[in-house]
């Protein structure tokens, strides 16, 4: 299957606040100011131009560009996702597929399921992968490789659609391993595994930081186990 592979990726992008950035221009004259990249090659700063002003196109507004995609990849915050997904579902044509990578699926499937129009698919995603730092100018190509990617069906027969299988293939072509279940089954696993872990080392962070006096104590005495 050829897809157009028009990843319109509803990332929402509040602000590009620039510190240091490089300054570059789109087809219109508009001055785009960037984030200091990683690799300041001509090459990297034209694409990082493009995928800034696609990002930008996106939000004006991102429903009106969907009726041509094959593929709608929501990357946005769950609460978002929630908000954007019944209006992505209704712009979208038939035999679109919409899928996303919210962190808890429930709540995403059962609006899916509530508000998806005949002929459109939804296929709900979580990739375990990312880092601390964020923007396009940081993007790892590496970053799915051997990172769990779950999807979760409504249904075992939705994985076997031609869109859903052609989904499959860009995942393992990602090198990420693909692990299908349940949407709750999802929420009470990767609570237990990333939401629970992340509460904890948070509080600790907060915690040692308010703790810490004028000596640096106790943090600095901490060793490389507190990062």
């Not at 990726?9 to 001055?31: E, K, R």
């Not at 600790?204 to 000596?215: G, N, Q, R, Y």
Request: hydrophobic letters at 50%; proline letters at 6%.
């Amino acid at each position: 299957i050829m897809w157009k592979m028009l990843f319109l990726v509803l990332t929402i992008v509040l602000s590009f606040n620039a510190q240091a950035g490089v300054q570059t221009s789109d087809s219109n004259g508009t001055t785009v100011t960037l984030h200091e990249p990683i690799c300041t090659t001509p090459a990297v700063l034209a694409e990082l131009s493009r995928l800034n002003q696609l990002m930008a196109q996106v939000g004006k507004p991102p429903v009106v560009q969907l009726r041509n995609a094959d593929l709608i990849y929501l990357a946005t915050p769950v609460v978002v996702t929630l908000d954007l997904l019944p209006q992505v579902l209704r712009a979208a044509a038939p035999g679109t597929l919409v899928t996303d990578t919210g962190s808890s699926k429930a709540a995403i499937c059962r609006v899916a399921r509530e508000a998806c129009p005949a002929g459109v698919e939804f296929l709900g995603g979580h990739a375990m992968a990312g880092k601390e730092a964020g923007g396009i100018e940081t993007a790892d190509p590496d970053l799915f490789v051997e990172a769990t990617y779950a999807l979760t069906p409504a249904v075992p027969e939705a994985m076997s659609t031609a869109s859903a299988q052609a989904l499959v293939e860009w995942i393992r072509k990602l090198g990420a391993k693909l692990v299908t279940l349940d949407a709750e089954t999802h929420d009470w696993a990767v609570a237990l595994v990333s939401h629970l872990p992340q509460l904890l080392s948070t509080a600790l962070a907060s915690t040692i930081w308010d703790e810490t006096d004028e000596d640096g104590l106790p943090l600095g005495l901490a060793g490389t186990g507190l990062r």
